[in-house]
């Protein structure tokens, strides 16, 4: 027989899950300091290869 513990846990799993699919569809507006850093290389090629496109 499953506990309440685990029961209550997987409904809440189920409800953060269907919470962040709702939330993926926002548009975000990222921003750096303004200088060329190394440490942004992974964000610029992300947007170079098309990694951000919805």
């Known amino acids: 027989m499953i506990g309440n ?3 209550l846990a997987g409904s809440i799993a189920l ?3 269907g919470t962040l699919a709702a939330a993926a569809n ?3 507006t990222f921003g750096t300091n303004w200088l060329a850093e190394p440490e942004h290389g992974g964000y610029y090629q992300a ?3 098309g990694t951000y496109a919805a």
Do not use: P, R, T
Request: net charge neutral.
């Open 5 to 7: 513990g685990k029961i």
């Open 15 to 17: 409800l953060v899950a």
């Open 26 to 28: 926002e548009k975000v």
């Open 47 to 49: 947007v170079a290869d």
